[in-house]
């Protein structure tokens, strides 16, 4: 089933869909250059003229839509997103024999009927994401989001990727670049508190679990901006993912995990996310 959208839609603000009505902030000014927001039905995106993807995608996330969600069976086919201009595409050719899956920022699982989640499958919430996190740890992730919306009713998501400027791999014709990490933050108002999930894009991919300040320190993006630092400072309790950060932070292999990221820069601030493990 095509989908047909207005071009009206690179006007959208779809203020209801972010924490107190304010998007994401990219920090980083260069990064804000070349950038449109676009809404749809359950979540906004950032899509970025350099990596012709997401920046970031975030939705409100209900126990209401869940159940919803759960009734929808689940049917979409990955295709570029026509409300952008050419340069801003990716094409399925960029992912064809590339050897990454595409990854889903906001995943279908999360979208309440069938339109919402035929358009998760829109390439402008998709990044290359290596099979092993794609299909192992980041599920792990998203089924732990869910649980958390369903236990309080309402949180607010912002998922993304992250990139090591110093190593920045690309596929396609399209040159779309390889995130080194792809990060999920929630805001649970229930409870008034914040926490993020951030995993690994690599072969041996793991998890962990960190603070929304670290991870605005970490990606240069800002999942909350309306809300105090007082709140991203601090982790809520948050529900596990299929392997616990405890267990990681004990795996001999971690120190070699963070050397595949490459730069010094990057290995410091994810030394600091295993540091802020929460147990």
């Not at 000014?29 to 927001?37: D, F, H, L, P, S």
């Not at 014709?173 to 990490?181: D, L, S």
């Not at 649970?188 to 679990?209: E, F, K, Q, S, W």
């Amino acid at each position: 089933m095509a989908l047909i959208f207005s071009t009206s839609a690179l006007a959208e603000t779809c203020p209801a869909l972010f924490a107190e009505g304010q998007p994401p902030a990219i920090l980083r000014e260069t990064a804000r250059i070349g950038t449109v927001q676009l809404c749809n039905s359950g979540y906004a995106v950032l899509v970025s003229e350099a990596s012709k993807g997401p920046l970031w995608s975030a939705e409100d996330l209900t126990e209401e839509n869940l159940e919803i969600a759960d009734r929808t069976r689940r049917q979409g086919s990955f295709s570029a997103d026509g409300r952008l201009p050419f340069r801003m595409q990716a094409t399925l050719n960029d992912y064809r024999a590339s050897g990454y899956d595409r990854g889903h920022m906001t995943p279908s699982g999360d979208e309440a009927g069938l339109r919402a989640q035929q358009e998760s499958f829109l390439l402008s919430n998709i990044i290359p994401q290596t099979a092993e996190l794609n299909r192992g740890p980041w599920e792990g992730v998203e089924s732990a989001v869910r649980g958390w919306a369903r236990q309080e009713g309402e949180i607010f998501v912002v998922t993304g990727p992250g990139y090591d400027p110093d190593d920045v791999r690309t596929i396609g014709k399209g040159r779309i670049p390889v995130p080194a990490v792809t990060w999920k933050a929630i805001y649970d108002p229930a409870v008034n508190g914040t926490g993020a999930y951030v995993c690994l894009n690599t072969h041996r991919p793991t998890c962990r679990i960190t603070s929304v300040a670290l991870l605005t320190q970490l990606v240069n993006i800002d999942p909350f901006p309306a809300l105090p630092s007082s709140i991203k400072d601090h982790v809520s309790a948050m529900p596990p993912i299929r392997e616990t950060p405890e267990a990681l932070s004990k795996q001999p292999q971690a120190r070699e995990l963070l050397r595949e990221w490459g730069s010094k820069a990057a290995q410091k601030a994810l030394k600091a996310l295993i540091k802020a493990l929460v147990p």
